[in-house]
Antibody
Framework: EVQLVESGGGLVQPGGSLRLSCAAS????????MSWVRQAPGKGLEWVAN????????YYVDSVKGRFTISRDNAKNSLYLQMNSLRAEDTAVYYC????????????WGQGTLVTVSS | QSVLTQPPSASGTPGQRVTISCSGS????????VNWYQQLPGTAPKLLIY???QRPSGVPDRFSGSKSGTSASLAISGLQSEDEADYYC????????????FGGGTKLTVL
């Protein structure tokens, strides 16, 4: 059974940093693109970042470029999102999702972890 | 403001058929396949339709998808109370390298 379990969310002050983790199981993690998608309270879904199977390609939504870094450790079946210079508008539930294939669908999602940026 | 445009709300009575539209452009829906996600209240999104009109295993055939040009639509027939949820369309966008764009979401209410 495919499982994605996020962790690392919490309350952080504006300008602060946080590192999210996503533990994957039930599939060959190293064979799939992975993504982070977020959802601000009461709002819709917003794609945040993608990373290729070997980590050689990474893509970001403009609003987080230069502040967020997506990475992965295939030996640990884990996906990460390092978030720096956090802003109030980054407050959201962050989901990790498996990408079935390049240009494909997010076929599995984690349960999400809440990040709150507030003083 | 979302790149893909969906109506913010839709509604229907049990047994009815409802459709939700999703409008994009040549760089996203016009060039790539459309996927639909269902988000039940308080839960994570779930893949509902992929590659424009394919249903993952376990998704009832009451749900169907279609695409034409730069628009797509999701149809739900035989509406049931448990279909009350938020629905999102999504597609990759060729003008935003390696990016995925979502619609703003449609809240479906079963009256």
């Amino acid at each position: 059974e495919v499982q994605l379990v996020e962790s690392g969310g919490g309350l952080v002050q504006p300008g602060g940093s946080l590192r999210l983790s996503c533990a994957a199981s039930g599939f060959t993690f190293s064979s799939y693109w992975m993504s982070w998608v977020r959802q601000a309270p009461g709002k819709g879904l917003e794609w945040v970042a993608n990373i290729k199977q070997d980590g050689s390609e990474k893509y970001y939504v403009d609003s987080v470029k230069g502040r967020f870094t997506i990475s992965r450790d295939n030996a640990k079946n884990s996906l990460y999102l390092q978030m720096n210079s956090l802003r109030a508008e980054d407050t959201a539930v962050y989901y990790c999702a498996r990408v079935w294939e390049w240009l494909g669908e997010f076929d599995y999602w984690g349960q999400g972890t809440l990040v709150t940026v507030s003083s | 403001q979302s790149v893909l445009t969906q109506p913010p709300s839709a509604s229907g009575t049990p047994g009815q058929r409802v459709t939700i539209s999703c409008s994009g452009s040549s760089s996203n829906i016009g060039s790539n396949t459309v996927n639909w996600y269902q988000q039940l209240p308080g839960t994570a999104p779930k893949l509902l339709i992929y590659s424009n009109n394919q249903r993952p295993s376990g998704v009832p055939d009451r749900f169907s998808g279609s695409k034409s040009g730069t628009s797509a639509s999701l149809a739900i027939s035989g509406l049931q109370s448990e279909d009350e949820a938020d629905y999102y369309c999504a597609a990759w966008d060729d003008s935003l390298n390696g990016s995925v764009v979502f619609g703003g979401g449609t809240k479906l209410t079963v009256l």
